[in-house]
């Protein structure tokens, strides 16, 4: 089989995380601000590309992009359970990078990682399912129908 992936796929995959890093970055609080308005935007316009990704790839990638997404999640998370480790973690591993920055950065990790692996198991759920709803691809009509010659 040959790959269907092009540059411009990953590129959208690519953006679509990153709008998902950024919004997990712009939203620290829960009150309902121009910050937060502007972290749904971004958001929203993630899934979006997500979507789109999600369109042109098949089922098997976007199984394995899901699970991989959800294995990074999960990887990142334990970061989260104390603070102090969080930023003492990020000043030794990047050295000159201040700790703000660091701190930063977890999180963007954390959301890209958690919204990624959301999204991506959704739009699986949505494909699985209109899969499974009988409604026949036209190379199954073709197929299915009796021909007399």
Excluded: K
Excluded at 39 to 62: C, D, E, H, K, Q
Aim: aromatic content about 10%; hydrophobic content about 55%.
């Amino acid at each position: 089989m040959i790959s269907t992936v092009t540059r411009t796929e990953r590129t959208l995959l690519a953006l679509s995380l990153a709008c998902f890093a950024l919004a997990g970055v712009v939203n620290t609080s829960l009150d309902v601000t121009f910050q937060s308005g502007v972290a749904m935007t971004v958001a929203v316009a993630g899934v979006y590309g997500f979507a789109l990704y999600a369109r042109s790839v098949n089922r098997s990638r976007l199984a394995r992009l899901s699970l991989g997404l959800w294995i990074a999640f999960l990887a990142v998370t334990p970061v989260h359970l104390v603070d102090a480790v969080a930023v003492t973690v990020g000043v030794a591993r990047f050295g000159s990078v201040p700790a703000d920055v660091t701190a930063a950065l977890i999180p963007a990790a954390t959301w890209a990682m958690l919204l990624g692996a959301c999204t991506s198991t959704a739009f699986l759920a949505f494909r699985e399912y209109g899969a499974q709803t009988g409604v026949d691809t036209p190379e199954e009509q073709a197929l299915d129908q009796d021909f007399d010659f």
